[in-house]
């Protein structure tokens, strides 16, 4: 298994999850030199692999330093390392576009172009043959299907055994997409990309508040920016020191849920930069400092994405700096 924590761990803090990573985990996977970079001046020793490969020739010589894992994906990156006059042999990873057509050769490109990584002698002999799903998640989609067989074909074409395909729908549904090194990302934060699956995953991230102020107001007051909320009956109305300017999405609409004294409240008006308002009248004995939950235990990040037509991913990456973070256990 080799966790992914780019984009700050999935905005969990990069540091803290190899931290806590550490003891187990053989590699990481982030999405470029820079993330890499990060891990290492936090002392982590792992290798490292950058899942988009080097962008500047410099970064092969960074790389090999700091052992890195090079993702080699397209005809620059590929010219870049057999052109190169390096001191030691890097370790490649040999991406495939088997179907999803964001990254990666084509398939019948890969013989000729395992064949050259073969004979450089910069690369070192265990390249791994990897590819990304485009739709595991979804187990109608016949999509992946096709991808593991596709794999399959090329696997038994370069003659290898080394090889990476799934990620965390793969894990989960996928056995035979299973391979020498697994890439698990959203699960290892404790969520599920199938949902209908019934995994005992726990949230890592768990989002929280407290109510900062209360009002009352009548039936046809609008609240919040552009009034696009008016109560149709007298109202309280609960303000959460929480906005986009904290990660919570701009884009969620009227009845998403958050959690107010263990109770789901709907969330009313438009979310400004530091704040959201939430109808509280149902609930009982709500006051400045009532414990609020936006996401976590309660309410999965999931369904928050759901609501600002997003997914969880998103919601979960910008989680920005400011955020104050608690790390427990």
């Known amino acids: 298994m080799i966790p992914v924590i780019k984009a700050n761990a999935y905005g969990h803090g990069a540091e803290q999850c190899a931290a806590a990573l550490a003891g187990v985990a053989p590699a990481f996977a982030v999405a470029c030199i820079e993330e890499a970079i990060q891990l290492r001046e936090t002392g982590i020793n792992q290798p490292i692999l950058l899942l988009e490969g080097a962008f500047e020739v410099i970064e092969l010589q960074i790389a090999l330093e700091n052992n890195f894992y090079l993702m080699i994906e397209n005809q620059r990156q590929l010219e870049m390392l057999l052109e190169a006059k390096l001191s030691r042999r890097l370790n490649v990873w040999l991406k ?3 179907g999803m057509h964001r990254l990666g050769f084509a398939p019948e490109q890969v013989s000729a172009v395992w064949q050259a990584l073969s004979e450089s002698p910069n690369v070192a002999s265990d390249v791994v043959l990897t590819s990304h799903f ?14 593991i067989a596709l794999m399959k074909t090329l696997v038994d074409e370069v003659g290898t055994a080394i090889t990476s395909l799934a990620n965390s729908a793969g894990l989960i549904a996928w056995p035979e997409s299973h391979g020498t090194w697994n890439r698990p990302g959203y699960m290892i934060y404790g ?8 995994l005992d995953l726990r949230p890592v991230m768990r989002f929280v508040s407290k109510v900062s102020s209360i009002r009352s107001v009548q039936k046809g007051d609008s609240v919040g920016y552009n009034g696009v909320w008016t109560a149709k009956r007298t109202s309280t109305i609960a303000t959460i020191p929480v906005g986009y300017g904290d990660g919570y999405p701009r884009t969620a609409k009227a009845g998403t849920p958050v959690l107010v004294n263990g109770v789901r409240a709907p969330l009313v008006g438009t979310v400004s930069m530091d704040m959201i308002l939430v ?23 999931d369904e928050i994405g759901d609501c600002s037509s997003s ?11 400011r955020v104050l973070r608690e790390y427990r256990d």
Do not use: F, H
């Open 191 to 198: 969520r599920n990309p199938l949902c209908e699956n019934d």
């Open 96 to 98: 495939v576009d088997s």
């Open 134 to 147: 485009s739709s595991a998640e979804d187990l109608q989609s016949p999509a992946t299907p096709k991808q």
């Open 279 to 301: 109808d509280v009248t149902d609930i009982d004995n709500v006051q400045i400092g009532s414990n609020v939950e936006l996401w976590g235990e309660n309410i999965t990040v």
């Open 311 to 321: 997914n969880g991913y998103e919601v979960l990456t910008r989680m920005p700096a």
